[in-house]
Antibody
């Protein structure tokens, strides 16, 4: 069974850092690109970042470029999002999602999400 | 960035009746290979989004055939033949024609 489980969210002060993880199981991680998508409280979906199976292709939304870094460890079946210089507007639920059609489309499995709250 | 505009933003439907959601982009989502770079997702209350339709008109595995996607260029539609209670939630279209991928604002569907 395909599963994606995010962790690492929490409360952090503005300017602080968090590292999110997404543990994958039930499929060969290296064969798939992965997206991070976030959702501010009561708002819609916003794409954050994408990383290809071999990490050769990485892209970021302008709103996080230079502050967030996506990475993956296929041997450990894990995806990561290092978030630095956090701002209040980064608050929301962060989902990891498997991509079936590179580079970003057809997200067929999503995790349950992890909540990030940036507040003083 | 490509701007995606959905309408209506909310819809109240009687069970068994049809429903349609429009999604428009400010640039064509159809490439020369004729693929339409548009997905539809449904986020049920309290859940993560789930894939309904990919490449404009292809149902994802397990999606009931009462859901259908159509359209081309900049105009796309998601139709539900006969709405059921389990179809409530927020529907999003998403373009993958260009990075960054962008979502519509979402259309909230509830049952009368």
């Amino acid at each position: 069974e395909v599963q994606l489980v995010e962790s690492g969210g929490g409360l952090v002060k503005p300017g602080g850092s968090l590292r999110l993880s997404c543990a994958a199981s039930g499929f060969t991680l290296s064969s798939y690109s992965l997206n991070w998508v976030r959702q501010a409280p009561g708002k819609g979906l916003e794409w954050v970042s994408s990383i290809s199976g071999s990490s050769s292709y990485i892209s970021y939304a302008d709103s996080v470029k230079g502050r967030f870094t996506v990475s993956r460890d296929n041997a450990q079946n894990s995806l990561f999002l290092q978030m630095n210089s956090l701002r209040a507007e980064d608050t929301g639920v962060y989902y990891c999602a498997r991509v079936l059609r590179d580079p970003v489309m057809k997200m067929d499995f999503w995790g349950q999400g992890t909540l990030v709250t940036v507040s003083s | 960035d490509i701007v995606m505009t959905q309408s209506p933003l909310s819809l109240s439907v009687t069970p068994g009746e049809p429903a349609a959601i429009s999604c428009r982009s400010n640039q064509s989502l159809q490439q020369s290979n004729a693929h339409k770079y548009l997905d539809w997702y449904l986020q049920k209350p309290g859940q993560s989004p789930q894939l309904l339709i990919f490449l404009g008109s292809n149902r994802a595995p397990g999606v009931p055939d009462r859901f259908s996607g159509s359209g081309s260029g900049t105009d796309f539609t998601l139709k539900i033949n006969r709405v059921e209670a389990e179809d409530v939630g927020v529907y999003y279209c998403m373009q993958g024609q260009q990075i960054p991928p962008t979502f519509g604002q979402g259309t909230r569907v509830d049952i009368k």
